[in-house]
Nanobody, 118 residues
Framework: QVQLAESGGGSVQAGGSLKLSCAAS????????VGWHRQAPGKERELVSS???????HYAESVKGRFTISRDNAENTLYLQMNSLKTEDTAVYYC????????????WGQGTQVTVSS
């Protein structure tokens, strides 16, 4: 069973930056699609960014130009660099990995809280 563990969340003022990390218990990031999701209070979970096994990236319109997804296959770690943070970015952020190309992700982390204050 693959385990994912996020870290790097915290509180930051609007305009600041945070870098989230997601460590995997196995060497899966080079083999699978990966993604970052978030869920704000009272809202549905949304896909923020994803990367295919071949490295093709996708970003939600709300974060384009501000967030960057990357991975270090040797370290089995996925990252999300978040710049120019806005209050509306406040949410619990989850990393996810693997699953069908156009289907749901199979493995999920426990989430890390990101709070952006004005």
């Amino acid at each position: 069973q693959v385990q994912l563990a996020e870290s790097g969340g915290g509180s930051v003022q609007a305009g600041g930056s945070l870098k989230l990390s997601c460590a995997a218990s196995g060497n899966i990031f080079s083999l699978c699609k990966v993604g970052w999701h978030r869920q704000a209070p009272g809202k549905e979970r949304e896909l923020v960014s994803s990367m295919s096994a071949l490295g093709i990236t996708h970003y939600a319109e709300s974060v384009k130009g501000r967030f960057t997804i990357s991975r270090d296959n040797a370290e089995n770690t996925l990252y999300l660099q978040m710049n120019s943070l806005k209050t509306e970015d406040t949410a619990v952020y989850y990393c996810a990995a693997c699953g069908p190309k156009y289907g749901a992700f199979t493995y999920w982390g426990q989430g890390t809280q990101v709070t952006v204050s004005s």
